[in-house]
T-cell receptor, first 113, second 112 residues
Framework: SQQGEEDPQALSIQEGENATMNCSYK?????LQWYRQNSGRGLVHLIL?????REKHSGRLRVTLDTSKKSSSLLITASRAADTASYFC?????????????FGTGTQLKVEL | EADIYQTPRYLVIGTGKKITLECSQT?????MYWYQQDPGMELHLIHY???????EKGDLSSESTVSRIRTEHFPLTLESARPSHTSQYLC???????????FGQGTRLTVV
């Protein structure tokens, strides 16, 4: 089964609003990453947060990590139509030398004008 | 732009055929991955490698096989394609340590 579960599965908002996506995972991790996928394309890395970090910012992105709850959230502020895409969290487990990279189920974000 | 390439981009093939999906990267990355993506978008890890001559099965049981004879090349082979193999296949690579993954554009496989 997938390491990560994300919610909501789909989110529709108006341009200018904030979008929040959540990710929960099952096992202990080295780090957690967020990726974006435009329809039918490969994934693009957005941001990485290490297990000893609680919050990280990059431009309009804000990521939080709560290792006690095994959860993370991605906040996109002041959303734009171009942010329409699917968003995935991914985790590096502590086992296997951190070589596995497993993804969550994803959130489909639609930003309407 | 990531230097990781997948070919073919699209493939329609008949049941029972043997196929190889190619994945190459020019970044010298040690770790490489194959994912199968459902139409409903969930990504399933089917194979990964942490260096030459290392291959591991992922979380999703797959009838495919992989090889890693050269650092830059990680092909995936289906000996006998079936309609249930119809999916998008994504290849990724990354360097050692705590690093981001770079993805190819994917191969959309249809088995008829």
């Amino acid at each position: 089964s997938q390491q990560g579960e994300e919610d909501p599965q789909a989110l529709s908002i108006q341009e200018g609003e904030n979008a929040t996506m959540n990710c929960s995972y099952k096992t202990s991790i080295n780090n957690l990453q967020w990726y974006r996928q435009n329809s039918g394309r490969g994934l693009v890395h957005l941001i990485l947060i290490r297990s000893n970090e609680r919050e990280k910012h990059s431009g309009r992105l804000r990521v939080t990590l709560d290792t006690s709850k095994k959860s993370s959230s991605l906040l996109i502020t002041a959303s734009r139509a171009a942010d329409t895409a699917s968003y995935f969290c991914a985790t590096d487990g502590l086992t296997g030398g951190g070589n596995k990279l497993t993804f969550g189920t994803g959130t489909q974000l639609k930003v309407e004008l | 732009e990531a230097d990781i390439y997948q070919t073919p981009r699209y493939l329609v093939i008949g049941t029972g055929k043997k196929i190889t999906l190619e994945c190459s990267q020019t970044m010298g990355h040690d770790k490489m991955y194959w994912y199968q993506q459902d139409p409903g978008m969930e990504l399933h890890l089917i194979h990964y490698s942490y260096g030459v001559n290392s291959t591991e099965k992922g979380d999703l049981s797959s009838e495919s096989t992989v090889s890693r004879i050269r650092t830059e090349h990680f092909p995936l082979t289906l000996e006998s394609a079936r309609p249930s193999h119809t999916s998008q296949y994504l290849c990724a690579s990354r360097a050692l340590g705590v690093t981001e993954a770079f993805f190819g554009q994917g191969t959309r496989l249809t088995v008829v």
